[in-house]
């Protein structure tokens, strides 16, 4: 966890304007020689101490790396904040107090800190804090929105839409609501990702109680117009619920702008601790649900269960943090993914899955064209990067979001997503073309099918034999 200054000061100068290292003790740290510094960057380290040296023309950039690979999976968690940590830290040990505990001094201060958590959580988004209610992520935000919409409202509507591309456990949800007895459209996305506004519409019925779609995919990083569908679903009369894991503090969020009932939010996908998360619930005009526990009924009612004081201070500060540095992130993921497509792009029969216009420059997922995903996966050992959702990455079957766009199956098969985060360095990200590009050229020469390609030969057009 710790690096040596030769890289830190490497990370500093890549990040000279990131407010990171302007806070108190970081500037003093990277002035001085043979100090070990902590920073999140210290998780991009790789086997057996060895210095790898990046093309980059600068003489002076490398990646020191030892014992662990460089992280480019930005999509399944996010390395916490040390400022993050700052804060969490006084909830941890002294300031233990229940926040539901109105009776004594130790519970005050955790309530307090509660309230103050939940205010820059809601100013993040633009909502009112009385609006915010915590929970343990964005899976149990998404549970709570989609079943717990459908069923207070369920006597007299019993139809749910959501896409084919949507999380695992939004899917999931609606397959449950199937089994009660509801019924639940899915819509198809068009090639690129993004949801056909006719045909939403169109699927609207006077018996729909609920449209939940997510802002970015987890997968490919395309955003959905989501101030449109929010639009749409007022006019109707339909509540809209939106799974924002990937997009709060990356992307600029209002809720009352895009006219969003029901909005979910992670804590590690945003540079906090895991184990915490939040929904957003409209109260003018009020959204109703019916909650999925019981308990001593905290977070009015919706929520039962004591907050963890610390996790929600932290994700708090996470929200306050992207709220001050989200434009300065987003121009520097724009930088590390152009460099990315640059290079990678260079490489013949290279697929860029998603909508190119609309998509978030921080996920990048590509297709090698004659090269097994898991094959290059393996080859990358000196890399964290992934196959598609952590959720789902251990099955060897395609990605179903990449089905659903109308890739074919060896493309699906062959797709890796690049993930960079707040924290992601130029040299890393070149380091990673470099290796991409000598074992997609590797894994291709042992290829027959490439060969045959190379000869002009159509692969669709033959017809295998089977034994």
């Known amino acids: 966890m710790f690096r040596s200054l030769n890289s830190v000061v490497t990370v500093g100068r890549v990040h000279a304007s990131n407010p990171l290292f302007r806070v108190k003790g970081y500037g003093a740290l990277l002035s001085k020689p043979n100090i070990p510094v902590f920073t999140p960057a210290a998780f991009i380290t790789l086997g057996n101490s060895q210095r790898r040296e990046s093309s980059v023309k600068d003489p002076t950039v490398q990646v020191d790396i030892e014992g662990r690979p460089l992280y480019l999976d930005a999509q399944a968690t996010t390395p916490l904040d040390p400022r993050v940590l700052d804060s969490m830290l006084p909830y941890l040990t002294s300031c233990y107090g229940n926040p539901h505990s109105r009776t004594h001094a130790y519970g005050w201060e955790s309530e307090k800190a509660v309230e103050v958590a939940r205010k820059q959580v809601a100013d993040l988004i633009g909502s009112d804090p009385k609006e915010i209610i915590f929970t343990s992520g964005a899976t149990e935000s998404n549970n709570i929105s989609v079943k717990g919409v459908a069923r207070f409202y369920g006597r007299s509507k019993k139809h749910v839409i959501t896409t084919q591309t949507e999380h695992k456990c939004v899917l999931d949800s609606c397959r449950a609501l199937e089994g009660e007895g509801f019924e639940v459209t899915y819509l198809p996305v068009t090639k690129t990702g993004l949801v056909d506004m006719n045909q939403l519409e169109a699927s609207i019925r006077p018996d729909t109680s609920l449209v939940s779609i997510m802002t970015v995919n987890n997968e490919i990083g395309v955003k959905q117009p989501i101030a449109e569908i929010g639009k749409l679903c007022k006019s109707k009369k339909v509540f809209f619920h939106t799974d924002a894991a990937q997009a709060i503090g990356k992307i600029p969020i209002n809720v009352q702008e895009m006219n969003i009932d029901l909005m979910s939010i992670s804590g590690h996908k945003v540079y906090g601790p895991k184990g915490v998360g939040a929904l957003y619930i409209r109260r003018r005009p009020r959204v109703r649900i019916e909650p999925l526990q019981s308990g001593g009924g905290q977070e009015r009612g919706m929520r039962s269960g004591t907050v963890p004081t610390a996790l929600a201070v932290g994700l708090g500060e996470a929200c306050a943090i992207a709220q001050r540095e989200m434009?300065?992130?987003?121009?520097?993921?724009?930088?590390?993914?152009?460099?990315?497509?640059?290079?990678?792009?260079?490489?013949?029969?290279?697929?860029?899955?998603?909508?190119?216009?609309?998509?978030?420059?921080?996920?990048?997922?590509?297709?090698?064209?004659?090269?097994?995903?898991?094959?290059?996966?393996?080859?990358?050992?000196?890399?964290?990067?992934?196959?598609?959702?952590?959720?789902?990455?251990?099955?060897l079957e395609p990605s179903y979001v990449l089905r659903a766009i109308g890739a074919d199956e060896d493309l699906a098969h062959s797709s890796i997503r690049f993930g960079f985060g707040r924290f992601t360095t130029m040299e890393e990200v070149e380091y990673t073309a470099q290796r991409v590009i000598k074992h997609v050229e590797r894994l291709r020469e042992m290829s027959p099918l490439w060969e045959m390609h190379q000869e002009g030969i159509d692969i669709k057009s033959i017809q295998w034999s089977q034994h």
Not at 337 to 361: A, K, M
Not at 375 to 385: E, F, N, T, W, Y
């Open 327 to 395: 434009k300065y992130d987003h121009m520097w993921m724009e930088t590390l993914s152009n460099h990315l497509l640059q290079r990678l792009t260079s490489i013949p029969e290279v697929i860029r899955n998603g909508d190119v216009q609309h998509s978030y420059p921080g996920c990048i997922n590509l297709s090698f064209a004659f090269v097994e995903g898991e094959s290059l996966l393996m080859a990358l050992k000196d890399v964290a990067l992934s196959s598609g959702s952590a959720c789902t990455s251990a099955s």
